[in-house]
């Protein structure tokens, strides 16, 4: 089982990026899903996480009021709506499902499972 995202590119200063995350191996309406970025030879960042039922979601402070999770069950994706975007957001975005089921517990990467292979996001004019 593996996630996949997509939605990465170039993008200026200030601009917006809507990153998707979804998988046909099984159905995400059960767990929660994290967003996390890393650049090259860096520790993975966590980003932020929605639980099963999108009621309940949680921010980094490093992306807090700029980002957006959301989750379309319907369409087994999960989403990070991206604004305001600086140059030091370029990274590497990856989402995986997180191993504590449908809530939200945890910002650990080794709590999370089932990774996606990554889409960049370069911001630069």
């Known amino acids: 089982w593996q996630l996949v995202e997509s939605g990465g590119g170039l993008v200026q200063p200030g601009g917006t990026l809507r990153l998707s995350c979804t998988t046909s191996?099984?159905?995400?309406?059960?767990?929660?899903v994290g967003w996390f970025r890393q650049a090259p030879g860096k520790e993975t960042e966590y980003l932020s996480c929605?639980?099963?039922?999108?009621?309940?979601?949680t921010y980094a402070d490093s992306v807090k009021g700029r980002f957006i999770v959301s989750r379309d069950n319907a369409k087994n994706t999960v989403y990070l709506q991206m604004n305001s975007l600086k140059s030091e957001d370029t990274r590497d975005y990856f989402c995986?499902?997180?191993?504590?089921?449908?809530?939200?517990?945890?910002?650990?990467?080794?709590?999370?499972?089932?990774w996606g292979q990554g889409t960049q996001v370069t911001v630069s004019s």
């Open positions: 929605i639980s099963s039922s999108g009621s309940s979601t």
């Open positions: 995986a499902v997180g191993k504590g089921g449908p809530y939200c517990s945890s910002s650990r990467p080794d709590e999370y499972d089932y």
């Open positions: 191996g099984f159905s995400l309406d059960f767990f929660s």
